[in-house]
């Protein structure tokens, strides 16, 4: 079975709190704080695993929890820190913000390397670091903060230099079995390609391109109708396509009137897609009857689209030589493979978080306490202006400014959160 888009939860470990112990050995009867720091919880740590091409791992399985950081111990000693939890996926995987749509990233960026996704919570320091001159019997510690969680999306965006596109039964699948290493499965009827299929086509010594046979593509595959709506998506990162059609007309379609309905599909689609380089290939040409196909009206059409025009049989092998060598060309002029640019910010983590905040009055001072704002709070520099800023962003961002003032906040009373004090301006 072939999955290619998943929701999934994950989250990063917690980390460990911090010990409250004091060293004891004989002879010492009141030794100083001794209590070791929370060790930091586990990542989640996406990576490509090039041996795959579906995401059907993530069918039945779709929590994935990071273990939290050891607790301190007596004697200075750290608690573990966890170990980052590794999720493998396919390289040309998005993963993308369940709340928002956005990209978080683009497994293909930097060569496929590792991205961490969620962090894992810090851990808390142990009460030998609250001593001073005056306090040198501390008896609290500090906790470890929450790990990182949310909710999302990954998208399967095939890498692939060239795509096949066309209707059912035009001999897709069949020229990339031609072409390739690839074996499809092949058969007299539509829809009989249920998913993507890659090949690697060689071009001599060891150089190469990556072709994909993209089925179901038919009238109103935008909207949904046929394959197409599911597997438009792998076309997107295609430098160059291969519009094939039966050029035969054994099943009695118009091959102009095929060319103009799949190019409306992908215009639907993505605007970006449809100005994508064309080479239209003219498949079944061993069983071309020019007698009863307008081969001039078919070619002027061709022209008009500006379009270069190759006549194919992958029955008999014509043309298969010279196809390959002209995509070979077109791909050296081509630009490079697209790769996604993140449209998530550190802001975005926050915007579903307000639903999850309490306000509390007392006197004239509104209290905000939440626990992600807890997380957050050790975050923030407050000496920092810039820091400030990505504060006083994501608090607007997650409704917590809007919240403050349905509890009757107005300008000049006294905001606390967790110790941290200002006076609320509108």
Same mark, same amino acid.
């Given at each position: 079975m072939f999955v290619d888009n998943v929701k999934i939860y994950i989250k990063a470990g917690d980390g460990g709190n911090g010990a409250i112990a004091f060293h004891r050995e004989k002879y010492v009867s009141h030794g100083g704080p001794s209590g070791g720091d929370g060790g930091h919880g586990g990542n989640i740590v996406f990576r490509v695993d090039k041996g795959t091409n579906t995401l059907l791992a993530f069918r039945y399985k779709h929590k994935f929890i990071a273990a939290n950081g050891g607790n301190g111990k007596s004697e200075k000693f750290h608690g573990a820190t966890a170990d980052d939890l590794i999720i493998s996926v396919p390289e040309g995987t998005l993963i993308k913000d369940a709340v928002t749509g956005k990209i978080i990233h683009d497994m293909t960026e930097n060569g496929g390397a590792d991205y961490v996704c969620c962090k894992g919570g810090r851990g808390g320091w142990g009460n030998r670091h609250f001593a001073t001159p005056t306090r040198q019997i501390p008896m609290f510690a500090k906790n470890g903060t929450k790990g990182e969680e949310k909710?999302?999306? &990954? $998208?399967?965006?095939?890498? %692939?230099?060239?795509?096949?596109?066309?209707?059912?039964?035009?001999? +897709?699948?069949?020229? @990339?079995?031609?072409?390739?290493?690839?074996?499809?499965?092949?058969?007299?009827?539509?829809?009989?390609?249920?998913?993507?299929?890659?090949g690697v086509v060689s071009t001599g010594a060891e150089s190469g391109f990556v072709a994909a046979d993209i089925p179901g593509l038919i009238e109103g595959a935008s909207e949904g109708l046929g394959l197409?709506?599911?597997?438009?998506?792998?076309?997107?990162?295609?430098?160059?396509?291969?519009?094939?059609?039966?050029?035969?007309?054994?099943?009695?379609?118009?091959?102009?009137?095929?060319?103009?309905?799949?190019?409306?599909? &992908? $215009?639907?689609?993505?605007? %970006?897609?449809?100005?994508?380089?064309?080479?239209?290939?003219?498949? +079944?040409?061993?069983? @071309?009857?020019?007698?009863?196909?307008?081969?001039?009206?078919?070619?002027?059409?061709?022209?008009?689209?500006?379009?270069?025009?190759?006549?194919v049989s992958a029955a008999t092998g014509e043309g298969l030589d010279e196809l390959v060598s002209l995509c070979a060309e077109r791909l050296a002029e081509l630009p490079p493979m697209l790769i996604y640019e993140s449209e998530y910010t550190p802001e975005d983590a926050y915007a579903e978080k307000g639903k999850e905040t309490t306000v509390r009055r007392e006197n004239d001072t509104f209290i905000v306490e939440g626990e992600w704002l807890y997380n957050l709070m050790g975050q923030i520099n407050f000496d920092d202006y810039e820091s400030m800023n990505y504060f006083q962003k994501v608090l607007r961002n997650s409704g917590v400014f809007d919240l403050l003032e349905s509890k009757g906040c107005t300008e000049g009373h006294t905001v606390s959160i967790y110790d941290f004090e200002f006076d609320y301006v509108k």
């Open positions: 909710e999302v999306i &990954l $998208e399967l965006k095939m890498l %692939a230099d060239v795509g096949l596109i066309g209707y059912p039964s035009v001999g +897709k699948s069949s020229i @990339l079995s031609c072409i390739s290493a690839a074996k499809p499965k092949i058969a007299d009827y539509h829809f009989t390609t249920l998913s993507p299929n890659l197409g709506h599911a597997f438009l998506r792998h076309v997107d990162r295609c430098r160059l396509l291969l519009h094939v059609v039966d050029i035969s007309c054994f099943e009695g379609r118009d091959p102009v009137e095929d060319i103009k309905l799949i190019n409306t599909e &992908l $215009e639907k689609y993505s605007p %970006a897609l449809a100005l994508r380089p064309q080479i239209i290939v003219a498949n +079944k040409c061993d069983a @071309l009857d020019r007698d009863h196909v307008d081969i001039p009206a078919f070619e002027a059409y061709v022209k008009e689209l500006d379009c270069e025009l190759i006549y």
